[in-house]
């Protein structure tokens, strides 16, 4: 079965730093990869994803993301943080030609200093 | 605002009772997804349901169920609650099925929490 990890719990960043939160996956094949956004007290919103073709994504509200097969990563970057970009973001993996359903990291919660 | 709304907000209530959770899609959406976010377990999907029938299942306990109405709003019954089911529960919505991809949009959820 697909896995995915986020191995930072936790990540602090000034306004204005820039931000790369990491992201693995373990699939054979190369999966439909995503990336969403949760602020406090509201649902899951996608930043965007990568299913074939250019291996950098771009995504909204600034946000990129590039695919690197031989890593099995999908790292979601940005230039420039916004203290409204504090929020906990998921790295997800679905099985490419399947259900298209999610399955998700255990999430990355960023803090924003002024 | 997603369009998926979803209520209560919050529901608190003891071990051993049931609760229902209901979900309204985004107009025009025939599908609609249920999933469990956890400290223990992360987030993680439950059920689907397409067009009134279930579609896909996840993770989901037997003391759980689900349907959706001819309206297409859906509801999660989750009974003889144990502590371990205090979560926040999430519904989404896609516009199609599990033939090709559609995008997912989650409503703010709903806070159970079992006393």
Redesign the interface.
């Known amino acids: 079965a697909q896995s995915v990890t986020q191995p930072d719990i936790h990540i602090t960043v000034s306004e204005g730093a820039s931000l790369e939160l990491r992201c693995n996956y373990s699939y054979g094949a190369t999966p439909y990869l995503f990336w969403y956004v949760q602020s406090p007290g509201q649902g899951l919103q996608l930043l965007l994803k990568y299913f074939s073709g250019d291996t950098l994504v771009q995504g909204i509200k600034g946000f990129e993301a590039e695919f690197k097969r031989s890593q099995s990563s999908f790292n979601l970057r940005k230039p420039s943080v916004h203290w409204s970009d504090a929020a906990e973001y998921f790295c997800a993996v679905a099985l490419s030609g399947g259900s298209y359903i999610p399955t998700f990291g255990r999430g990355t919660s960023l803090i924003v200093h002024p | 605002d997603?369009g998926?709304t979803q209520t209560p907000k919050h529901l608190i209530t003891a071990t051993g009772q049931r609760v229902t959770l209901r979900c309204s899609p985004r107009s025009g959406d025939l599908s609609v997804?249920w999933y469990q976010q956890s400290l223990d377990q992360?987030?993680?999907?439950l059920i689907?349901y397409y067009n009134g029938e279930e579609?896909?299942k996840?993770n989901i306990l037997e003391r759980f169920s689900a349907q959706q109405f001819p309206d297409l709003h859906s509801e999660l019954n989750l009974s003889s609650l144990e502590l371990g089911d205090s979560a926040l529960y999430?519904c989404?919505s896609s516009a199609g099925g599990?033939a090709?991809?559609?995008?997912?949009?989650?409503?703010?959820?709903t806070r159970l929490t079992v006393l």
Do not use: C, H, K
């Open positions: 997603s998926v997804y992360g987030l993680q999907f689907q579609r896909a996840g999430f989404a599990l090709s991809y559609n995008e997912q949009f989650f409503g703010p959820g």
